[in-house]
């Protein structure tokens, strides 16, 4: 701003010049003799003072100007080119960033400064820039003296002499590199990120895989188990899947949570696991059981809980509990702790209802299979006497399913 301040002030200076000129001539033909000296002296001493006071001033601007250039060349990365791409000037902000003294970069050509790093593309691009817009504008990474490198946000724009000829380029820079880096690192940090991201989820369907594993096996064990206790007794494998089935049907239908009617299912073929534990003279007498032995066949309940009790584990818990409560019955006459109604767990009650309906519509060895409608008849008799009467009249209102259960499980001959 100051320099457009002392262009008007020198345009004015030489204005007020040509006017004393005219002036003066204007007094030497106007003005009689005797004044002319005196006149002329007056001009003399307002011109001088007027010239005095100018240089004064233009000294001070030209003082301003050195100064702005110092703080130009102090801080601004600028470099002058010819046609050609040699050095003509640069400041000393280029020089200290790059690492060489002025003078040497001085008549050097500016591929100096380039990087291996740049793809040819870049440079492309700022030729047909230059070519087409006058200017170019870019990131820039360059080479330092010692081998370092930095990066610059760089604006080129052509040098044209007074008749207009194009004679070369300049251009300023702003020093980028922290900026650079900083983006560098945030890169690398995502991309570690990443990684571990996915490391992450391979570990998470390792575990999920895993775990299904083990609960996998953990079924597979559980409906052996039960699978022992029936077969001792003369029943078959489908026995414990159908009253596995029947169960989860019953709970779902009784009200009971999705996860809680699964543990069901999968601790309800365990009923008779006791019977491990029973005599095979007793467990496979032919004839009726005489008192003696009922008591003994009646002991697999609780053999079957203290089997299970000590786990922990939720679905051996209600497996202990159904072992235990399976011949429970509604009225208080069942065993082996005549516990009545509501005090008998909703697990012993369903699966008292599901062992007994599989039981009696199963033929055996030793008995035939009863008829449907016997079988219903006597759930309906049994019903707030041996079972729970609402589970009951869940059973009849659905029983078309616990039928397809069946249909779908049947015993091979
Ligand atoms: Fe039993
Ligand atoms: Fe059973």
Redesign the pocket.
Known sequence: MKNLHLTKKLQLLNKLLIISFIVIFAIFVFVPQQYLIWILFACFIVVYAFIKFSIHKTTLYLDDLERLLDTFDKYIIYSQTDLNGKILNASSAFAQLSGYDKKELIGEPHSIVRHPDMPKSIFKEMWDDLEVKKYWRGEVKNKKKDGGFYWVEAITEADYDLDGKHVGYHAIRQDITSKKEAEALKLNLEKTNDLLEAQHDEKIIEVIELTKDIRDTQKEIIFTMGTIG?TR?K?TGN??KR?AEYTKILALYSGMHEFDAEILKQASPM??IGKVGIPDAILNKPGRLTPDEMEIMKTHARLGYDMLKHSDKKLLAIAAKIAHE?HEKYDGSGYPNALKGKNISIEGRITAVA?VF??LGSARAYKKAWADEDIFKMLVEEKGKHFDPEIIDIFLENKEDFLAIRDKFLDVA
């Open positions: 029936e007794s029943e026995h414990v009253v009923h008779d399976h062992d599989d039981a």
